[in-house]
């Protein structure tokens, strides 16, 4: 088993970039909760619109058979990956710092976080081909794990959960047609509970300082952080 290098694989950023990096990131997060609060507006009368927002699996699967492949193989691919690589990049700019980070922020997720990180070396591919979430990209770009592999790599594994949930779309259309229905019937309801749920949501969330704006402010500060130590 090879131990990995996680010091920085590039220079320390400049202000203006880091503060690029995490600004589009923050706004993709933010898109995400438009895009739970308004879904049921959108899945019928705008699913392209919808997966822009949030290209969650559900909405994938709610909205893949009223989008051509074409729209929904390459635009989804594209809202699932597009902040990919700006954590990979994070990763690349602080190394063992933004991997330890992870490791602080979710202590049950810790112990398979150093599982990955003890085998990257030498199944890291597999790995990204399975999932490339947000600590996956860190510890890819931490390791030094070359971004045109990884994006080709991110790209293949994205495009066939897409072609799952497409599958999933095509046996289980008759049931979903009928749910986009109902929803359509009660659309107002609806989405004013949609509204409600990620409202008092992200209010708990933001409480505990748990939601995904909340960590990426936290991540911020923490380089920041360990930068001014000696």
């Known amino acids: 088993m090879t131990t990995l290098d996680l010091e920085p694989t590039w220079p320390p950023p400049r202000r203006w970039h880091r503060n690029a990096a995490f600004g589009i990131i923050g706004f993709t997060i933010v898109l995400g909760w438009i895009g739970d609060a308004l879904w049921a507006s959108l899945v019928d009368r705008h699913p392209l619109t919808l997966i822009l927002l949030n290209a969650k699996p559900r909405y994938l699967v709610l909205t893949v058979n009223q989008l051509d492949p074409w729209t929904y193989y390459v635009v989804g691919t ?52 399975v999932t490339s979430n947000n600590a996956v990209c860190l510890l890819a770009g931490a390791s030094g794990f070359p971004l045109l592999w990884f994006m080709v790599l991110a790209v293949a594994g994205t495009v066939v959960r897409l072609w799952i949930f497409a599958q999933v779309g095509d046996i289980f259309s008759a049931p979903i047609n009928d749910l ?34 909340d960590g990426l402010a936290d991540l911020e500060r923490s380089m920041d952080d360990d930068s001014e130590q000696p």
């Open 78 to 129: 594209a809202r699932l990956l597009v902040t990919k690589p700006l954590v990979w990049l994070v990763g690349g700019w602080y190394g063992q710092r933004a991997v330890n980070w992870v490791e602080r922020r979710s202590e049950r997720g810790a112990p398979l976080m150093r599982w990955v990180e003890r085998h990257f070396a030498r199944w890291g591919w597999a790995v990204v081909l």
């Open 180 to 213: 986009i229905e109902l929803v359509a019937r009660h659309r107002l309801p609806v989405m004013m509970a949609s509204v409600a749920v990620v409202v008092i949501g992200l209010y708990l969330q933001h409480r505990s300082g748990r939601s995904d704006l």
